[in-house]
C-alpha cells in the first residue's frame, strides 16, 4: 500500500522523485522520505504528508542523477521519522524501499542481532536491508546478488528499490505479491508502483512478473532475472494515459473531480460494448468463454470494499436477468477456508487497482480448484489483468481519491453489461426487455449529469447533517448494496459511525438506536418494494428520527414524509444504483468538508491494498 518511485540516468533525480512522491501520496501517507546519491547516502525522512518532507529536503544536499523515494501506510512500527523509509544498512552503504510485509522479519532479525546487527527502527524493511547487507559484506557479493540471496530468505510481499553507494551507476528492484513498474525513457530509467510518477517522463514500460529481479545500469541497459537466476523476456508496453488526467483540473479536490467524471466514465465503460440502434450486447472479454460463462453451475464474486458492493449489486443483475446462481464472497474470507468450488464455477475477481492482495490470493486459490476465472479492473497491466483467465477492464481511468466513486459506477456499469448479455444469451429475457434495458443503459450518462445538478441542494443537506454522531443507511432489492456503499463513504471520509442494512432487517436490531439523533438514509426509488419502503420511512419518522430520501422523480408521496429529499431520474430498477449512489457520494464529500476532514486521504487508508 505504499508508494515507490526511484529514478536513474542523468537528470537531477530529486525534483522527478519529489514530484513522483506527490503523484503516489494516495498510496499512502503516514510518512514519506527519499535517498539520493552523491557520493555519499543524503537519506531525509518525515512524518506527515511529502510537503513535510519537501521541507525537511531543503536543508540538505540533494543534487544526484540516482534516488529513490517512498511514501508510507504504516503497517510494522508507528508512523513517524525513524520508522518512514528510505531504511539503510547498517555500515550505510545501501538504502533500501519497500512495499509489502516480510512475514519473518522477527526470525531474521534475532538471527541477525545474533551475529551483531543493531536496529533503529521497528520495521520489517529495515531487517531485509540488514540481510542484503549482511551477503554483500560476507560473501562478497555484488548488489544484485545479494539482494537475490536475501529475498530467497524472506518470506512475504515485496516491492522493493535497493541502492548502492559504492556502486552509483546502477540501482535494482525486485517484486512478489507487490506491484513494480519499469519505466524505459532516454538514457534514463524508473521504477514505480505504478504508471503516475512514470507518465511525464515516458509512455514506455516493463511491467515486473512475480519474484522478478531488475537491474538497471545508468549506461542504459537493464537486465531482468527471476529469483533462481533465469533470464526473463518481458515485453515493452505503452501506456495510454494522460498527464492530465492524474491532475484535480481545477477541482478542489479528486474525489469530487472523479465524481463529476462519472457521465463521461460511464459512457467509457461501454464505449464499444453496446449498440442499442443494432440491439447488441458483447464483452470482448466473455466471447472466447461465452459457453463456460453461460453454462456455469454458479458465478462467485471475490471482492473487497466498494468493489464487494459492486459484486452484491451483480448477484441481483445476474441471478434475475441470466438465472445463474450468485454468491459473493469477501476475498479477504474466502482465501483462507477451504471453499467448494470447481472447474464448474466461474470466479469474477473484482478489483480497482488489479493489485488487492486478497483478491489476488483468492484467484490463486480459485485457479488450482479449476475454476474459469474472470477478471474486473481498471488498471491496464496491473497483477490481476495478467494472471485470470479472462476479463474486463472497466475504463474509468485514474482514480487518486481514496474513497473510490467513479471506479463503482464503472465496474456497476461493466457488470451490468454482462448481465445483460448473459440474460439475451440464455433466453431468460425477452427481445423486448433486452431492449429496453440497454436502451435505458446507454441514457445513464444524461441522467448522471442531471443527479449532479442538484449538488447545491445535498452540500445544504450535508450543511444539516455534519454535526450528527451516526447514521443508518436503508434499501432494499438492487439498492441494499447502494446502502452499504453509502455507509462505507461516510465512514471513509468523515469518520462517522455509519451502518447500510437492508431496510427489512431494520426491525431485527438497528431500530433500537433511532431516536432524534440518528438521520436515517433510504434510497428508496424500488418500485418493486414501493409499499413495503413506505411502512419503513413510517416506523422511522414514529421515533423522531430525521429522513433524507433518494427517490424518483415526481414522487410525492415519500418526499412529503421526508425531512429532506433528493430525486434522480426514472430509469430501469436493475439501474437504479448507477443513479442513487451519486447522490450519497455527494453528501458524504460535503460532510467531510464541513467537519474539515482530508477528503481525498482521510486517514489510515490507503487506496491499494496490496498486504494482508
Not at 504508471?195 to 545500469?217: G, R, W
Request: aromatic share 6%; charged share 25%.
Amino acid at each position: 500500500m505504499c508508494g515507490i518511485v526511484a529514478y536513474i540516468g542523468n537528470k537531477p533525480a530529486y525534483p522527478i522523485i519529489i514530484e513522483g512522491l506527490k503523484r503516489l501520496e494516495y498510496r499512502g501517507y503516514d510518512s514519506a522520505g527519499l535517498t539520493i546519491l552523491n557520493g555519499d547516502l543524503v537519506t531525509v525522512k518525515k512524518k506527515g504528508k511529502v510537503s513535510n518532507l519537501e521541507e525537511e529536503s531543503l536543508l540538505n544536499n540533494v543534487d544526484g542523477t540516482l534516488g529513490i523515494g517512498h511514501t508510507r501506510w504504516a503497517t510494522h512500527g508507528k508512523p513517524d521519522d525513524i520508522n518512514a523509509h528510505p531504511h539503510n544498512s547498517g555500515n550505510n552503504r545501501i538504502s533500501l524501499i519497500h512495499n509489502g510485509i516480510i512475514e519473518n522479519y522477527a526470525v531474521l532479525k534475532k538471527a541477525l542481532e545474533r551475529i551483531g546487527h543493531t536496529f533503529i527502527s521497528e520495521t520489517d524493511t529495515e531487517v531485509l536491508a540488514h540481510l542484503i547487507e549482511e551477503y554483500q559484506t560476507r560473501d562478497n557479493l555484488s548488489l544484485t546478488d545479494a539482494v537475490r540471496s536475501a529475498l530467497e530468505r524472506a518470506v512475504g510481499a515485496y516491492a522493493i528499490v535497493v541502492i548502492d553507494k559504492n556502486d552509483p551507476n546502477i540501482m535494482v528492484g525486485a517484486r512478489k505479491s507487490s506491484p513494480l513498474v519499469l519505466g524505459v525513457g532516454e538514457d534514463e530509467y524508473f521504477l514505480a508502483s505504478d504508471a503516475s510518477p512514470i507518465i511525464k517522463y515516458t509512455n514506455k514500460v516493463i511491467y515486473l512478473n512475480d519474484e522478478d529481479i531488475v537491474t538497471v545500469h545508468r549506461d542504459g541497459t537493464y537486465e531482468i532475472k527471476n529469483l533462481q537466476n533465469q533470464v526473463q523476456n518481458h515485453a515493452v508496453q505503452e501506456l495510454d494515459l494522460k498527464l492530465e488526467e492524474l491532475e484535480r483540473e481545477g477541482y478542489e479536490h479528486f474525489m469530487l473531480k472523479e465524481i463529476y467524471q462519472q457521465p463521461t466514465t460511464i459512457k467509457e465503460s461501454m464505449r464499444g460494448r453496446i449498440n442499442s440502434e443494432e440491439g447488441w450486447v458483447v464483452l470482448g472479454g466473455m466471447t472466447p468463454f461465452i459457453k463456460r460463462i453461460m453454462n456455469a453451475k454458479r458465478i462467485i464474486f471475490a471482492a473487497c470494499g466498494t468493489s464487494w458492493h459492486s459484486a452484491l449489486v451483480a448477484e441481483y443483475l445476474i441471478e434475475e436477468l441470466a438465472r445463474i446462481p450468485v454468491e459473493v464472497e469477501y476475498a479477504s474470507e474466502l482465501r483462507y477456508r477451504n471453499p467448494i468450488i470447481s472447474e464448474k464455477d466461474v470466479v469474477v475477481a473484482i478489483s480497482q487497482s488489479g493489485e488487492t492482495a486478497d483478491t489476488l490470493a483468492a484467484i490463486e486459490l480459485a485457479k488450482e480448484k479449476g475454476a474459469l476465472v474472470y477478471g474486473i479492473v481498471n488498471v491496464v497491466g496491473s497483477s490481476i489483468s495478467r494472471i485470470t483467465d479472462c476479463g474486463s477492464y472497466i475504463h474509468a481511468g485514474p482514480e487518486i481519491g481514496v474513497a473510490s466513486t467513479k471506479a463503482f459506477t464503472s465496474q456497476l456499469t461493466v457488470l451490468t453489461l454482462m448481465a445483460i448479455n448473459l440474460g439475451h444469451l440464455r433466453g431468460t429475457i425477452n427481445s423486448d426487455y433486452f431492449h429496453q434495458l440497454i436502451i435505458a443503459l446507454e441514457n445513464i450518462p444524461a441522467k448522471v449529469e442531471k443527479v449532479l445538478q442538484q449538488n447545491d441542494l445535498i452540500k445544504f443537506i450535508a450543511g444539516e447533517l455534519k454535526d450528527m454522531m451516526n447514521a443508518l443507511y436503508l434499501g432494499r432489492g438492487y439498492n441494499f448494496p447502494v446502502a452499504l456503499e453509502g455507509a462505507l463513504k461516510l465512514k471513509e471520509i468523515s469518520y462517522i459511525h455509519a451502518e447500510g442494512y437492508p431496510a427489512a432487517e431494520m426491525k431485527h436490531g438497528p431500530i433500537a438506536l433511532i431516536d432524534e439523533n440518528m438521520p436515517v438514509i433510504f434510497i428508496a426509488t424500488n418500485k418493486s418494494a414501493y409499499d413495503k419502503i413506505i411502512s419503513n420511512i413510517q416506523e422511522v419518522k414514529a421515533r423522531k428520527a430525521v429522513v433524507i430520501s433518494i427517490v424518483t422523480e415526481g414522487d410525492v408521496k415519500i418526499k412529503e414524509m421526508s425531512d429532506y429529499c433528493i430525486e434522480i431520474p426514472e430509469t430501469e430498477e436493475p439501474l437504479t444504483p448507477l443513479l442513487s449512489v451519486i447522490p450519497l457520494q455527494l453528501l458524504s464529500y460535503h460532510i467531510a468538508l464541513m467537519r474539515g476532514c482530508d477528503v481525498d486521504q482521510p486517514r489510515n487508508l490507503a487506496k491499494s491494498v496490496t498486504v494482508e
